[in-house]
């Protein structure tokens, strides 16, 4: 780890911050430098808390004062450049954790997910049903499946081990969003933002796939059903 670049990193932000200023230009080379760190960091930590600095990287007003969402971005980076944890790399074969994940939009019963951790010692799988939280009651489908496999994240955090771990989802405007760590839409950010701290806290490596929703045992338990 670089201790000067990031020490570079950490004034540039604050004197930012306590300027309240922020021109175009000044965002976007932020942006590449914080994009370049991001390499060096587990999976998409960090992702999401970038996409204030595309706006106004592109932003065509002369306003440069600083928005609540970019110092909120620009805190979230200077609090936490120093402590994320490097990117490590698994070089001994081992078993995957592996979760199915779906949401549904049918009311009710609408969040479904399959776990079978890689220490599983039966052949039975944990399945899950629920309901998303009120604050996702007017979800559309994009998020409500963001969701589910953020649910799916915490539940394998309890009872799995460490490793590579593949993540079935069948909606591909979601599994997109999760590869890349961010999205336009604002409540997906702030769950994508969730999946991936889980992952780095359980120190999951997540592999995620699309799966046909044919073929998604998840499907059924997010409609109530087994």
Not at 48 to 56: A, F, K
Not at 135 to 153: D, G, H, K, R, S
Request: net charge positive; charged share 20%; proline share 4%.
């Amino acid at each position: 780890r670089d201790s000067e670049k990031i020490r570079k990193l950490k004034t540039a932000i604050a004197e930012i911050l306590v300027k309240n200023k922020l021109t175009p230009a000044q965002s976007a080379s932020l942006r590449g430098k914080l994009g370049f760190s991001q390499t060096l960091f587990f999976g998409r930590i960090g992702k999401s808390h970038t996409h204030s600095l595309i706006e106004r990287k592109y932003t065509r007003s002369r306003n440069t004062k600083i928005t609540a969402q970019l110092e909120s971005d620009l805190e979230w980076w200077f609090k936490n450049i120093e402590m994320i944890p490097s990117r490590s790399v698994q070089l001994r074969n081992t078993s995957n954790n592996v979760v199915y994940s779906d949401a549904s939009g049918e009311g009710g019963v609408n969040i479904g997910t399959i776990l079978i951790p890689s220490n599983n010692a039966d052949s039975e799988l944990r399945a899950f049903s629920g309901t998303a939280p009120s604050w996702l009651e007017n979800a559309n489908i994009f998020q409500l499946e963001l969701f589910a496999a953020c649910v799916a994240a915490d539940q394998l955090s309890f009872i799995a081990p460490p490793g590579i771990t593949l993540f079935f989802i069948d909606n591909s405007a979601a599994a997109s969003a999760l590869i890349r760590g961010t999205t336009d839409d604002a409540v997906g950010r702030l769950i994508i933002s969730a999946f991936w701290k889980i992952c780095m806290r359980s120190q999951f490596t997540p592999w995620i796939e699309m799966v046909a929703s044919k073929n998604n045992p998840a499907d059924e338990p997010s409609r109530g059903k087994y």
